[in-house]
């Protein structure tokens, strides 16, 4: 399913749920169940950081590549097989969806989406906790809390993957 372009007004209530390139399920069951709590379509946003949106005078918009040289398609799109597994973890719910792909910054992306379709809530997943995913937050910051400190909708963080209460916090390891 395609998103129609935005007429102001979204025909329903949505939520945004943030799909990382190897997305849990928990993170899209999540997203359901808080879709299906409010009545609400599920939009599964993945962003591109290795493009950015560029807009011409008239209006119109595209994305153009980071790395000229780079062998990317022309167009980003939503990756076919995440889109083959929340095919199937949707199938029977009973819950509308579309996915769209978006480009840039995660965070403005995401924030920007959210407001266009003025949705309810923006729903991400937390990194699995290791020190590449440390070093990644350090240089970039998490998603979830650039979201929270830069745009007004909630944003529900879930726990991908839980940590014991005694083991210590990936920041906190030495």
Partial sequence: MTIPPSTGMPAQACIVVGVPPR?????????????????????????????????????????????????????????????????????GLGVEWATRCLVGDPAAALAAFAEERDAAMIVVGTREPSFGSGFREFLGGSVAVHLAQRQSRPVLVIPLHPMAKEAPLPWEAS
């Fill in 23 to 91: 997305p849990r399920n928990v993170l899209i069951r999540a997203g359901v169940d808080v879709a299906r709590r409010y009545g609400a379509l599920v939009l599964f946003a993945t962003v591109d950081p290795s493009r950015y949106a560029v807009s011409a005078a008239d209006g119109s918009t595209w994305s153009e590549l980071i790395d000229p040289d780079s062998d990317e398609p022309a167009e980003p799109t939503f990756d076919p097989e995440v889109r083959r597994r929340i095919e199937g973890l949707m199938s």
